[in-house]
């Protein structure tokens, strides 16, 4: 089945520090990949979308300054967290869907990235 | 997203079967009902979805009411492992379009 890999699973880094998270899918080609933020207790929040050879799309609220998205491949997207400050630490989520298929593929999640900002 | 309201909570016998519902009564004709999981301190985990037929696969069953405006997810035999938050999405159009997550149910199976 569809396989969505995020790495790396667990960051833990001093405020002020910029952090990279990766998003891949391993089995399918995907144009549009998605990243959503939950914070304890709470239910995921997309943040944004993120297109192949083009500019992410944001949700309002979201600063897109802050949080950088490049989506170079097919099967590659990354969120950068730049200037990280202790309230950026949250549990962090791609997900994604084989757009090479006719049918209706759900989305696929990677395993999450948890962020700790001292 | 089609709105949809789900219980907050339930709690199901181990190996009894967990039938958990989902309104959504707004739902248009061509969109999907999608149902994930997510085990704590993970991503969400992909159930099942349909359009207007009941579905099943490995993991579970999804029943649709006639009218579409309402739908159950079938574990047949629970076990602790199925302790999780379950949510039922409608997105507004199918696939790439992305998913608004609600408060869910919180499913605990109980040995």
């Known amino acids: 089945g569809a396989v969505v890999s995020q790495h790396p699973s667990r960051v833990i880094c001093k405020s002020g520090t910029s952090v990279k998270i990766e998003c891949r899918s391993l089995?399918?080609?995907?144009?549009?990949m998605f990243w959503y933020r939950q914070f304890p207790k709470q239910s995921l929040m997309l943040m944004a979308t993120?297109?192949?050879?083009?500019?992410?799309?944001?949700e309002q609220g979201v600063e897109k300054d802050k949080f950088l998205i490049n989506h170079a491949s097919l099967t590659l997207s990354t969120l950068t967290v730049t200037s990280a400050h202790p309230e950026d630490s949250s549990f962090y989520i791609c997900?994604?869907?084989?757009?090479?298929?006719?049918?209706?593929?759900?989305?696929?999640f990677g395993d999450g990235t948890r962020l700790s900002i001292l | 997203d089609a709105k949809t309201t789900q219980p907050p909570s339930m709690d199901c016998a181990e190996g009894r079967a967990a039938n958990l519902p989902c309104n959504h009564s707004?739902?248009?004709?061509?969109?999907?009902v999608y149902w994930y999981r997510q085990i704590h301190s993970q991503g969400p985990q992909y159930i099942i979805h349909?359009?207007?037929n009941n579905e099943t696969n490995e993991m579970a069953s999804l029943i649709i009411t006639e009218d579409r405006k309402s739908s159950t997810l079938i574990l047949p035999h629970a076990t602790l492992r199925d302790t999780a938050v379950y949510y039922c999405?409608?997105?507004?159009?199918?696939?790439?379009?992305?998913?608004?997550f609600g408060t869910g149910t919180r499913l605990t199976i109980i040995p």
């Open positions: 707004t739902i248009s004709g061509n969109e999907y």
């Open positions: 999405i409608v997105p507004r159009f199918f696939g790439n379009e992305k998913l608004t």
């Open positions: 993120s297109n192949e050879g083009s500019k992410a799309t944001y």
């Open positions: 349909g359009l207007k």
């Open positions: 089995d399918f080609q995907a144009t549009t």
């Open positions: 997900s994604a869907r084989d757009t090479g298929r006719w049918d209706n593929q759900p989305q696929h």
